[in-house]
């Protein structure tokens, strides 16, 4: 038997976090189960709905646990799409669960509307916001509608993840493949190009010649 779990609230709660995190990529919002979760976690479901109430508002921490991740990161990252990009493409291979996630969210989904779809639209606006700035600031070409912008990049970086069975038919290599994520990132690196501001460019190709 495993040794008894010492008594601490906030590393049970990430616990159950991780291990809910695990069984939704696994197996999407409808087919997780909290049986499962409690059982990854060491924990009873007793525990598990005193800290998160049902599997719902699990699903939400889970979701909002990942996307303050990401936000963390992104903080700290380089505004040139050039180092952005294959930051996240990597950061994507490391973490395939949460690509697996929104696809399973993807299908089993029939109304629309997805499980906290104001928070995370909310979300969604708040990076639209950002990126406008960063045009204002010439760091982003102008030329693109953000929305759009946002969608490139995010499927940039998301489509090898997601669909691997047709990177692999693609590029006679699996997403997986060391040399193919280093491959990835370098074209991103170098595609990266086309969503600069034509100062940015300017100033990058001085800097190059100097």
């Not at 919002?29 to 060491?42: E, K, L, Q, S, T």
């Not at 924990?43 to 599997?55: P, Q």
């Not at 998301?158 to 990177?167: E, S, V």
């Not at 692999?168 to 040399?179: N, P």
Request: charged share 35%; hydrophobic share 40%; proline share 4%.
């Amino acid at each position: 038997m495993p040794p008894p779990l010492e008594r601490n609230p906030q590393r049970t709660r990430e616990r159950i976090l991780s291990a809910a995190f695990k069984e939704f990529a696994a197996h999407g919002f409808h087919g997780a189960r909290v049986d499962n979760i409690a059982r990854r976690a060491r924990i009873n479901k007793r525990m598990l709905y005193h800290y998160f109430g049902d599997k719902e508002n699990l699903f939400k921490a889970v979701l909002r646990h990942k996307i303050a991740e990401r936000r963390a990161w992104a903080a700290n990252l380089s505004n040139d799409p050039a180092e952005r990009l294959p930051f996240w493409f990597v950061t994507m291979c490391k973490d395939a669960g949460w690509v697996r996630l929104l696809e399973w969210e993807a299908l089993q989904n029939n109304s629309g509307k997805v499980i906290d779809e104001e928070e995370r639209r909310a979300s969604s606006l708040d990076w639209l916001e950002r990126l406008r700035e960063r045009q204002k600031r010439g760091e982003l070409s102008d030329e693109f509608d953000v929305r759009h912008l946002a969608l490139a990049m995010q499927s940039l970086i998301m489509f090898p993840i997601a669909f691997p069975q047709l990177t692999r038919l693609l590029m006679g290599k699996s997403v997986f493949d060391v040399k193919f994520q280093k491959e990835r990132a370098e074209f991103l690196k170098k595609f990266a190009a086309v969503f600069r501001s034509q100062k940015e460019r300017v100033k990058i190709n001085f800097k190059k010649k100097s």
